[in-house]
């Protein structure tokens, strides 16, 4: 079982990054995907998380509206879309799967992997 994130960069606020989340060695399809972030000192932070089918998404007051998850279950990838980047958003992004209902804890997700760098700066 894999979930490797990839994507993150130092970039200035205001920019844009894509992250992606790429799965092997479980039925993708059906997991739920969320993206966490933490920095040091601090607990690891809900992001969003996408349903199976990605018909249904969820996002931390703190991203709404400039961040956008969305799944490919054909390339058994997920991503997050990061607009109007901003110092605030500075953390190592994670990635975790989960089989069950929505979830905005982390220890609930049974799957996750090594995160992505994510550097802003003023």
């Known amino acids: 079982v894999q979930l490797q994130a990839s994507g993150g960069g130092l970039v200035q606020a205001g920019d844009s990054l894509r992250l992606s989340c790429a799965a092997s060695?479980?039925?993708?399809?059906?997991?739920?995907m969320g993206w966490f972030r933490q920095t040091p000192g601090k607990e690891r932070e809900f992001v969003a998380d996408?349903?199976?089918?990605?018909?249904?998404?969820g996002y931390a007051d703190s991203v709404k509206g400039r961040f956008t998850i969305s799944r490919d279950n054909a390339k058994n990838t997920a991503y997050l879309q990061m607009n109007n980047l901003q110092p605030g958003d500075t953390a190592v992004y994670s990635c975790?799967?989960?089989?069950?209902?929505?979830?905005?804890?982390?220890?609930?997700?049974?799957?996750w992997g090594q995160g992505t760098l994510v550097t802003v700066s003023s």
């Open positions: 975790a799967a989960r089989n069950g209902p929505r979830s905005i804890y982390f220890s609930t997700y049974t799957k």
């Open positions: 060695g479980f039925r993708f399809r059906d997991y739920r």
């Open positions: 996408i349903d199976r089918n990605g018909g249904s998404t």
